[in-house]
């Protein structure tokens, strides 16, 4: 059975810090592509950053240069460093994994920015 288990989010002032984790479970984890979205109440859910099993990043426009994903293979998890936070960024954050066809995602964590 397929697991993704986010941790890390909160309440943050804005400026402030959050490192969010992903931990994968039931998966091949090095051949998944893994990613952050993020939905909050009346928007559609938005890519937020994207890695590759082949490790390469990318990023939605209102986070760049501001938030870092990165992966670690020995421990089937995936993070999102989370810098410079804005009120803007307050929203349920789900872990993706996705191989070809295949798409699993987790439960999601919130994180709320105050102003």
């Known amino acids: 059975q397929v697991h993704l288990v986010e941790s890390g989010g909160g309440l943050v002032q804005a400026g402030g810090t959050l490192r969010l984790s992903c931990a994968a479970s039931?998966?091949?984890?090095?051949?998944?592509?893994m990613g952050w979205y993020r939905q909050s109440p009346g928007k559609q859910r938005e890519l937020v950053a994207a890695v590759t099993a082949g490790g390469k990043a990318d990023y939605g426009d209102s986070v760049k240069g501001r938030f870092t994903i990165s992966r670690d293979n020995g421990k089937n998890t995936v993070y999102l460093q989370m810098n410079s936070l804005k009120p803007e960024d307050t929203a349920v954050y789900l872990c993706?994994?996705?191989?070809?066809?295949?798409?699993?995602w987790g439960q999601g964590t919130q994180v709320t920015v105050s102003s």
């Open positions: 993706n994994a996705d191989f070809r066809a295949t798409t699993y």
């Open positions: 039931g998966i091949v984890f090095s051949i998944f592509n």
